[in-house]
């Protein structure tokens, strides 16, 4: 095995009625733009619950992020972004809406610099996928 230093500072906010908790993690300047599925989050109430707490904050949101997301699915919301000068994104949902909001991260600040890191938080509303 070769030597290796591996730092990944992660920070878990997990446990029931936490998502209250957006508002303080989420620094009140940002632009957030918050990525979605097909629309479960509205009826378990999690939709509720995060709006409900950054509700101070500038939002846009992006629906229709589906299982193992198309890249025109992923341009129209790098487009959207753009357009809105987000510069946070929220994912809300399982794996695909991660997944591809990890995709939209690096479209949205690609301009021949892709490897420039954004802020992104991720709320995974299903557990036992691996994404927590």
Not at 59 to 84: C, D, M
Not at 93 to 99: A, E, R
Not at 102 to 117: C, E, F, Q, T, V
Request: aromatic share 8%; with cysteine; hydrophobic share 35%.
């Amino acid at each position: 095995m070769d030597n290796f230093i591996f730092q990944n500072p992660v920070k878990l906010i997990m446990g029931r009625g936490m998502i209250s908790r957006l508002s303080e993690e989420i620094p009140a300047d940002k632009r957030v733009m918050i990525t979605f599925g097909g629309g479960s989050v509205k009826k378990n109430g999690v939709y509720d619950q995060v709006k409900e707490a950054l509700k101070n904050h500038f939002t846009v949101e992006f629906w229709g992020i589906e299982p193992n997301p198309s890249i025109e699915t992923l341009r129209k919301a790098i487009a959207l972004g753009k357009e809105e000068k987000v510069d946070y994104l929220l994912a809300v949902g399982g794996g695909s809406v991660i997944d591809g909001t990890k995709l939209i991260s690096a479209g949205l600040l690609y301009d021949g610099d892709p490897h420039r890191p954004s802020c992104h938080c991720s709320y995974p509303a299903c557990h036992r996928i691996g994404d927590e």
